[in-house]
């Protein structure tokens, strides 16, 4: 029998403003379901990070909530060497932003330095994106996947060299309204909608979990996740860029 | 009973205002009382918005003149606002005993500048005012009423796609209160909400509250110096300090024991409360130290709370057909947190929806701890009832999908225990004739 896959959810308290915590679940179960047995590890600052996690998850917060979060993160370093021995972070949102190199809090704009895994860098935006998205991954094998989530950021993110967008964007503002949103950069993602972003898209949550297992994972079909697709895709669609 | 205390008597005269200023909300009351007539004919509700909007339009100052001169009692926070201004007001209306008529309120739960001054403009001489106040509104509030006491229950995540951040509501309020100064209201306050806090501790006088609050998950961090804050038990009791900063749990003067309620002093009394739930004695425990600060007896103060039974239709029972459904409103992972536990029927009915009043957002879905349904079966209705029924799946409980509400409410006997977001929670009492 194999080791438990522990899927890592970070600060919580700091980070899961919106539902968050989704992911974490969504993770667990369709590793369960697939009689893979999986632990959802909570850690919140004060603990060590358990440095044997497959996939760690950060989710959305508050500004004075990000500045904690990289703080307490880089002091415990345990995220850097889970990272370096091959596990697979997945970041929305806030967590998307401090995952980065800059990014901005407070109404002056102050720049803090972030954990520095994504080549990106984040700024006050020309306005706030808020409201249901739309856009488009290419998988692995080459054929696209819809991404439907719900973004609510004021802060636009700026990809360098080192990074490439994760996702095209067909409604919504994503990174910064150019029609990318998100970034990959070894085994780091991040994007902006937040919450149960991997509730509505299974196939990127069954990504992440086969880039941390190093293995492909059995389908999983599901025609109440299908017809949840459907309705999300065809109300954003319908609702278009009046949103 | 001896004479009133004086301080509940006082009388106050409502709106000293010049002649031509008299005249264009006389004429704008008027107006909107014809328009919410005609929204009555209509089936269009009580016709509470429409009165508002009209006389915000015609009488653009309205809501600061109709507050003037009134003794003013404002009660905000996310959760619980509605139930405790009914509280409230049967409180202070006990306490008046025949002079019951010197006070209004807008019972029905529209808490907006137009929603206020559509309620006061109905009665224009009530010189008592028993307002609940949206949190957007609270410092409006405070700078044209001139309130004599403010009611602050709670701050937890709400609407974020309307919102943003809790905090910069907190901060609207700290600030309002800085600039009334010693001659602001007087705060009630719930001690264990370290944001509530902050946003009081410019205030120059606060009661404190100890509530039984369960929900911590927004009071992670100093709202006053960011760091995290300490959480620990003394004597069974749960309470938080900052240890960047000098922030820390107030002692309180009233505090929530069970069902109880210590009284400054340590007198303990029993609320016999017809509303349900622990969250609704903390609610009754600040209504009852507003009562007392504005010179309602105890004794007067329960009798009064006692009487409220469904405010604003929250925990109606209705008939639908041949289905009885008691009526549960849950806006937020907080108020589903305290609304869960009360719903005890099987199957259970919960109806979700995604308009403005509600969030657009149903993240929050991920926030609430459906587990605790397993075992019995949740019939999931509304806009979002797809959603709802794919959280459930990973929750492990049982469900089904009907997205209309007539139809999940079907012809069950019952009783059977709604929980409903804001839009389908008024579609249930439009449908049960409530409103």
Redo the contacts between chains.
């Keep these: 029998m194999s080791e438990p896959v522990d899927i890592v959810l970070v600060y919580q308290s700091l980070l899961g403003i919106y539902g968050d915590r989704g992911n974490a679940m969504v993770l667990r179960s369709r590793l369960a379901w697939r009689g893979i047995e999986a632990r959802l590890i909570e850690v919140e600052p004060g603990t060590p990070v358990p440095a044997g996690g497959a996939v760690y998850l950060l989710g959305g917060g508050e500004d004075a909530a990000q500045v904690s979060a990289v703080r307490a993160l880089t002091a415990d370093g345990n995220l850097y060497r889970a990272l370096d021995a091959g596990a697979v972070l997945f970041a929305v949102c806030a967590g998307y932003q401090i995952a980065g190199k800059t990014f901005t809090v407070g109404e002056r704009d102050e720049v803090i330095e972030g954990l520095g895994l994504l080549d990106v860098n984040t700024r006050r935006g020309t306005e706030r994106a808020v409201g249901e998205v739309l856009s488009s991954w290419t998988k692995p094998d080459g054929t696209q996947s819809l991404i439907t989530g719900f973004e609510n950021h004021g802060g636009f993110t700026y990809l360098g060299p080192d990074a490439r967008p994760l996702a095209r964007v067909e409604i919504g503002i994503g990174n910064a309204g150019d029609g990318t949103d998100g970034a990959v950069q070894g085994n780091v993602l991040g994007i902006y909608p937040h919450g149960p972003i991997l509730a509505r898209n299974p196939e990127l949550a069954d990504h992440l979990l086969e880039r941390a297992l190093g293995h492909p994972l059995d389908p999983l079909p599901s025609e109440e996740l299908d017809e949840l697709r459907r309705q999300r895709i065809a109300a954003v669609r319908k609702a278009g860029l009046r949103r | 009973m001896g004479a009133m205390p004086s301080v509940l008597s006082t009388p106050a005269v409502p709106a000293s205002l010049s002649r031509p200023e008299r005249l264009r909300l006389w004429a704008a009351i008027r107006i909107g009382n014809a328009a919410a007539l005609a929204s009555r004919i209509a089936g269009r509700g009580s016709g509470a918005s429409i009165r508002g909007q009209v006389l915000t339009r015609l009488a653009p100052d309205a809501f600061a003149q109709l507050l003037q001169g009134r003794r003013v009692i404002a009660v905000s926070g996310t959760n619980g606002k509605t139930t405790t201004t009914h509280l409230l007001a049967a409180a202070v209306r006990a306490g008046l005993g025949d002079a019951a008529g010197r006070l209004v309120t807008n019972a029905d739960g529209a808490n907006l500048h137009y929603g206020i001054a559509s309620a006061l403009s109905e009665k224009p001489a009530a010189d008592i005012a028993v307002l609940e106040t949206d949190e957007r509104v609270v410092s409006d509030m405070i700078a044209f009423a001139d309130p004599e006491l403010l009611v602050l229950l709670n701050f937890s ?1 709400d609407q ?2 309307r919102h ?4 910069a509501l907190g901060r609207s309020w700290r600030l309002a209160l800085e600039a009334a100064g010693t001659s602001g209201p007087v705060i009630v306050a719930n001690a264990c909400d370290p944001l509530v806090v902050w946003a009081a501790q410019t205030a120059a006088r606060v009661v404190w509250v100890e509530t039984a609050t369960t929900w911590n ?2 009071g ?2 100093c709202p006053a110096c ?3 804050l300490r959480r620990s038990a003394r004597d069974g009791r749960d309470r938080w300090d900052c240890p960047g900063c000098s922030l820390a749990q107030p002692e309180a003067g009233y505090r929530v024991d069970g069902d109880r309620i210590v009284l400054p002093g340590g007198r303990m009394v029993r609320p016999d409360l017809h509303v349900p739930g622990s969250f609704n004695v903390s609610n009754a425990a600040c209504a009852l130290a507003a009562a007392v600060e504005f010179g309602v007896p105890v004794a007067g103060a329960l009798a009064g709370m006692h009487t409220v039974t469904a405010p604003a239709g929250r925990f109606a029972t209705a008939a639908f057909g041949s289905t009885r459904a008691r009526l549960l409103l849950a806006k937020n ?1 907080a108020g589903w947190a305290e609304a869960l536990p009360l719903a005890t029927s099987d199957p259970v009915i919960l109806a979700i929806d995604s308009v403005a009043a509600d969030g ?8 609430v701890e459906y587990e605790q349904l397993a075992g019995r079966t949740v019939v999931c209705t509304g806009p979002r009832a ?2 709802l ?3 459930l ?2 929750a492990g409980v049982d469900h089904e999908v009907e997205p209309d509400l007539r139809a999940a409410l079907g012809e069950r006997g019952g009783p059977v225990d709604v929980i409903a977001t804001y839009t389908p929670f008024q579609r249930l009492l439009k449908m049960a004739g409530l409103r």
């Design positions: 995540r974020l796609d943003h951040e809790i905090k998950a927004d992670a961090l960011g760091t995290i992972p657009k957002d149903v993240s929050w879905l991920w926030d797809q959603d029924a794919v959280r799946t990973y």
